[in-house]
Nanobody, 112 residues
Framework: QVQLMESGGGLVQAGGSLRLSCVASGYNASAYSMNWFRQAPGKEREFVASLSAIGDMTAYSDSVKGRFTVSRDSAKNTHYLQMNSLKIEDTAVYYC?????WGQGTQVTVSS
C-alpha cells in the first residue's frame, strides 16, 4: 500500500527556515520522481519543486528558486524540502506527490 506522509511544517518568522519531510511506504521512493506542491487559502494548488529518480535532476518554481532545495535519503525512503529565507507569501499547505499518490499535507505559516 503506497502512502506518503509529510511532516515538519509549523509557524516561522519571515527570513527563517523549515525542513519538510516526506516519508514513503509501500514502494521504493528513490525509483520515482517526487514532487512538492502547495496551496494557500483561496489559491490554486501550485507546483513548488521536484526531484527526478534518473539523474537526480531538480526543478523549482520561479517563486522559490534559490531559496528552496529538494533532496532524498534513500536509506530512510524519505524526501526533503529545505525552505530557507521564508517569505509571508510562502504560507500554504505543502504536499508531497508521486503520480496519483499524495500526502496529507503539512501547514507552513510564515509571519512578520
Amino acid at each position: 500500500q503506497v502512502q506518503l506522509m509529510e511532516s515538519g511544517g509549523g509557524l516561522v518568522q519571515a527570513g527563517g527556515s523549515l525542513r519538510l519531510s516526506c516519508v514513503a511506504s509501500g514502494y521504493n521512493a528513490s525509483a520515482y520522481s517526487m514532487n512538492w506542491f502547495r496551496q494557500a487559502p483561496g489559491k490554486e494548488r501550485e507546483f513548488v519543486a521536484s526531484l527526478s529518480a534518473i539523474g537526480d535532476m531538480t526543478a523549482y518554481s520561479d517563486s522559490v528558486k534559490g531559496r528552496f532545495t529538494v533532496s532524498r535519503d534513500s536509506a530512510k525512503n524519505t524526501h526533503y524540502l529545505q525552505m530557507n529565507s521564508l517569505k509571508i507569501e510562502d504560507t500554504a499547505v505543502y504536499y508531497c506527490n508521486r503520480n496519483i499518490f499524495w500526502g496529507q499535507g503539512t501547514q507552513v505559516t510564515v509571519s512578520s
